[in-house]
T-cell receptor, first 115, second 117 residues
């Protein structure tokens, strides 16, 4: 079965600093996709970044980058130059063919950016 | 604008009543999903559909029902059999893998918050 683990407690980050959010996953499928979503207090889920299991490079999208360590089964999200608007819950998710390509989500990391 | 519309945003229900949450998308996506989110928790899949007139149970389907009569619409009914229905419900859609350059990312609606009184 596929499993996503996010265990960090809530984090406080100083504005303009970088923050790393941990995500580990477990799957026996060689082919899978990893996603990060942001959920502000309003509730909507916002897609941030994607990493495929066969991608050679770590994914980057603006201030978001993914530290993908395949052997360790980790896909940590790095947010550079934090802004007040980055305060939100962040969810890691995985899609595998074994899971019929549905997305399975972790429990999330809470980030609060302080001025 | 293209997107996913969920309604109502807030809903109150008495115990023993069925309620239906609406989800409409104009993204021309084949797949649609319903997730449930409880406070401090991640999203858990209730039902999903990859084609009209077909749907599959997710991890927590008991007490819920869905229909997919049109590609754009995937309503969720929370029945009286659902023992703890108070939660935040999120609808999502996606293309199927193999279509275009998609990654299978989900596009979400703004959610519906159901409270049982």
């Amino acid at each position: 079965a596929q499993k996503i683990t996010q265990t960090q407690p809530g984090m406080f980050v100083q504005e303009k600093e970088a923050v790393t959010l941990d995500c580990t996953y477990d799957t026996s499928d060689p082919s899978y996709g990893l996603f990060w979503y942001k959920q502000p207090s309003s509730g909507e889920m916002i897609f941030l970044i994607y990493q495929g299991s066969y991608d050679q490079q770590n994914a980057t999208e603006g201030r978001y980058s993914l530290n993908f360590q395949k052997a360790r089964k980790s896909a940590n999200l790095v947010i550079s130059a934090s802004q007040l608007g980055d305060s939100a819950m962040y969810f890691c998710a995985m899609r595998t063919p074994y899971g019929n390509n549905r997305l399975a989500f972790g429990k999330g990391n809470q980030v609060v950016v302080i001025p | 604008d293209g997107g996913i519309t969920q309604s109502p945003k807030y809903l109150f229900r008495k115990e023993g009543q069925n309620v239906t949450l609406s989800c409409e998308q104009n993204l021309n996506h084949d797949a649609m999903y319903w997730y449930r989110q409880d406070p401090g928790q991640g999203l858990r899949l209730i039902y999903y559909s990859q084609i009209v007139n077909d749907f599959q149970k997710g991890d927590i389907a008991e007490g819920y029902s869905v229909s997919r009569e049109k590609k754009e619409s995937f309503p969720l009914t929370v029945t009286s059999a659902q023992k703890n229905p108070t939660a935040f419900y999120l609808c999502a859609s996606s293309t199927l893998l193999g279509q275009g350059s998609n990654t299978g990312e989900l596009f979400f609606g703004e959610g519906s918050r159901l409270t049982v009184l």
